[in-house]
């Protein structure tokens, strides 16, 4: 579907204005980019979206670069978030556009016409318009009428304003000197299509906490998107039967049988012998592991599996005795309710979503949802790379840094058959069907874990973005206005 948009710069007169033509499905983020282009901007400030106009904004959609300092209670909603005929249907509906917040620009987009069939080319497309694009950092609306008379030799306040801009700048002013854009409509085509729009992920249906706290924490438009292409490829349906959730979490109820109501640890805090035997032939560990199973710390399958089992908090350590948690003891004849306790609890690394290891988790669990886990360890790294980490003096996250900060989960994963291969030259290597599944389950949104019974999958966070069917719920009315101070 087309909408035809008008595009007018709230303030300006004469009236500056833009018609154009976008596919509705582009995202809050790639209007954006249209809209810079359409008025000579260069995206050096901060943007939202809003519903209603400057002095009664309501629902607000904001850059995450923006939300980043927002206040705790913010309801803003991200524009990666949010496509366009969300909010644009209709003839006569409109959106509001703020850029620069010390300026304050506001632009009004007004729906003029709503084709069905087919999208423009290039997904964006310029009819006509008029006036000249405000310069950057001008002093909004009011310094941009005295640029605009400076400029012009023929307007009646033009000695005045040219003037006043020599006193913003400390010198006399050349008209040329001033940064008006042209409205070249040649020019203007032609960034348009540099955008590459078609080129562009969609929008995701949904994305779930994981995936959204690593959108949330991007600051370029590049990572963003690899993030929204990946968001988009590994959302699916999530169903598992009894017989692939008992196949997948065997090693773990394994290691619940093993431990029974609990068994005492050695004095250096291992499991005894006789259990680490138990284990290790009840998995059939013989022809990946060489040696006599009967020490635990010397039996490294036996010794992940368990501390896998308490990062899981299925068992913990206990006055000397390893000893199942409540919710090891309601899982153990469970295995579906394991299942999605294991996914919920996923990633295994990290404290949370600021820490490296957790990010290289969801970003391994998204890849493995997409179907792309092959060779995962150099996506992870340029991911993380753009995520503002570096390793040594600021040098971008290798290969081998990325592939330490997921090596828990792989293991575990392994372990639990969401991998084809343990070929070390391809590490992880490409998911299983069970290990995109269990993939997928781990990024879906979650409601409240902590009151899920464990005999289902747990219900969907309903504030996410569902596009077909249930849309979700809409952020609430701001209570404040644009130009709140940051918190700091």
Not at 203 to 219: D, F, H, N, S, Y
Request: charged content about 25%; proline content about 8%.
């Amino acid at each position: 579907m087309t909408l035809g948009l008008r595009v007018q710069l709230d303030g300006a007169f004469p009236p500056v204005w833009r018609r154009i033509e976008v596919a509705s499905d582009l995202g809050l983020d790639d209007l954006h980019d249209v809209l810079q282009v359409l008025f000579g901007w260069q995206d050096y400030h901060l943007h939202r979206f809003a519903t209603g106009p400057q002095d009664d904004p309501g629902a607000v959609f904001a850059c995450t670069a923006d939300l980043a300092e927002a206040w705790e209670d913010d309801p803003s909603r991200p524009t990666w978030d949010v496509r366009v005929d969300e909010l644009l249907a209709a003839a006569g509906e409109r959106l509001h556009y703020q850029y620069d917040y010390g300026d304050n620009w506001w632009l009004a987009i007004e729906v003029e016409d709503v084709v069905a069939a087919g999208v423009p080319a290039g997904r964006a497309r310029l009819l006509e318009g008029a006036g000249a694009g405000p310069p950057e950092d001008c002093g909004g609306i009011h310094g941009y009428r005295i640029v605009v008379a400076a400029a012009d030799p023929s307007h009646p306040d033009h000695r005045t304003a040219l003037a006043e801009v020599a006193s913003w700048w400390g010198r006399e002013v050349a008209p040329d000197e001033l940064g008006l854009v042209p409205f070249d409509p040649v020019v203007i085509g032609d960034r348009l299509q540099a955008l590459d729009l078609d080129g562009r992920p969609p929008v995701p249906a949904r994305v779930g906490e994981k995936l959204a706290a690593l959108l949330m924490r991007t600051r370029d438009a590049a990572t963003e998107r690899r993030l929204r292409a990946l968001a988009a490829s590994a959302d699916g349906d999530v169903d598992v039967d009894a017989a692939v959730a008992e196949q997948t979490v065997r090693p773990l109820r394994v290691l619940l049988g093993a431990v029974g109501d609990g068994v005492k640890l050695t004095a250096a805090g291992y499991l005894p012998p006789a259990v680490v035997s138990t284990i290790f032939e009840a998995l059939d560990l013989g022809d990946e592991w060489i040696g006599k199973p009967n020490r635990e710390d010397l039996t490294v399958p036996v010794l992940a599996l368990r501390e896998a089992g308490q990062r899981l908090k299925l068992v913990r350590k206990y006055n000397g005795r390893l000893v199942p948690t409540p919710r090891g003891k309601n899982l153990a004849d469970n295995p579906v309710g394991l299942w999605w306790h294991v996914a919920a609890s996923l990633p295994l690394g990290g404290r949370g979503e600021t820490d490296a290891e957790w990010q290289a988790g969801v970003l391994l669990l998204a890849l493995m949802a997409a179907g792309s886990a092959d060779d995962a360890a150099v996506t992870v790294a340029e991911l993380l790379t753009g995520l503002g980490w570096a390793v040594g003096d600021r040098e971008p996250v290798d290969r081998r840094t990325a592939s330490g900060l997921f090596a828990d989960d792989v293991h575990l994963l392994h372990r639990l058959g969401a991998f084809e291969s343990e070929d070390r030259g391809r590490w992880p290597g490409p998911a299983t069907p069970g290990g995109t599944a269990l993939a997928r389950a781990a990024l879906a949104p979650w409601f409240d874990y902590d009151a899920w019974p464990g005999t289902g999958p747990p219900r969907p966070n309903t504030v996410i973005q569902f596009r077909d069917g249930d849309q979700g719920q809409r952020p609430p009315p701001r209570d404040r206005r644009p130009g709140y101070p940051s918190r700091h």
